[in-house]
C-alpha cells in the first residue's frame, strides 16, 4: 500500500511564502514521476508540476512558472513545492501524487490546504 503524506499548507498573505513536501512510503515503492495538483472550490483539479526522475525534468503549469520550484530527491520519495510570491487565485488543496511507471498519477495524498490572503 503506497502512501504519500503532505505537510506545509497553511494561510499567507498575498505575495508571501509556503513550502510544501510530500513523503510517500510502501512496500517496494517507486516512481516515474512525482508531482503535485491542486484542486480550488467549485474547480476541476488542475496539474501545478512534476518532476520526472530520469533525467530530473521539471514541468510547470503556466499559472506557477516563474513563482513555483519543485524539488525533491527519489532516493527518499520525497518531493517539495517551493511556492513564492503567492496570489489569492493560488488558494487551493494541494495534492502530492505519484506516477509510478510512466502512465499515470495512481497514487495520491490526502491534500494540504493552502489559503492566500489578500
Known amino acids: 500500500q503506497v502512501r504519500l503524506v503532505e505537510s506545509g499548507g497553511g494561510l499567507v498573505q498575498a505575495g508571501g511564502s509556503l513550502r510544501l513536501s510530500c513523503a510517500a512510503s510502501g512496500p517496494s515503492f517507486s516512481s516515474y514521476a512525482m508531482g503535485w495538483f491542486r484542486q480550488a472550490p467549485r474547480k476541476e483539479r488542475e496539474f501545478v508540476s512534476a518532476v520526472t526522475w530520469s533525467g530530473g525534468e521539471t514541468n510547470y503549469a503556466d499559472s506557477v512558472k516563474g513563482r513555483f520550484t519543485i524539488s525533491g530527491n527519489n532516493a527518499k520519495n520525497t518531493v517539495y513545492l517551493q511556492m513564492n510570491s503567492l496570489k489569492p487565485e493560488d488558494t487551493a488543496v494541494y495534492y502530492c501524487?505519484?506516477?509510478?511507471?510512466?502512465?499515470?498519477?495512481?497514487?495520491w495524498g490526502q491534500g494540504t490546504q493552502v489559503t492566500v490572503s489578500s
Open positions: 501524487a505519484v506516477d509510478p511507471s510512466g502512465g499515470s498519477y495512481d497514487y
